[in-house]
Nanobody, 126 residues
């Protein structure tokens, strides 16, 4: 198994930026498709972004393209999510997840992911 710990969340004004980080231990992160999901108040957990094992492919929720960027550093066993031009509607708990068998066909599905971090809160004020 792999353990995932997110960090980098906080309170930011609209238009600001944050960088979320996910640190892994227990297993080499390069074997997993990695994803970020978020759960906004009163809503279900939803897909944000994912990145392939080598980092050569990235996937985004369509409405977030251009503002959010996912990247990974397999040498450091980390994955990151850069959040730019933040809006109040981005307020959510953000979760890092690892998928054993996931790929291009199912990167956005909750059920594709096997391991989850505890989440880090992002709050965007207006």
């Amino acid at each position: 198994q792999v353990q995932l710990v997110e960090s980098g969340g906080g309170l930011v004004q609209a238009g600001g930026s944050l960088r979320l980080s996910c640190a892994a231990s227990g297993r080499t992160l390069s074997r997993y498709l990695m994803g970020w999901f978020r759960r906004a108040p009163g809503k279900e957990r939803d897909f944000v972004a994912a990145i392939s094992r080598s980092g050569s492919n990235t996937y985004y929720k369509d409405s977030l393209k251009g503002r959010f960027t996912i990247f990974r550093d397999n040498a450091k066993n980390t994955v990151h999510l850069q959040l730019n031009s933040l809006k109040p509607e981005d307020t959510a708990a953000y979760y890092c997840a690892a998928s054993v068998g996931g790929g291009a066909n199912n990167y956005g599905l909750l059920e594709a992911y096997d391991y989850w971090g505890q989440g880090t809160q992002v709050t965007v004020s207006s």
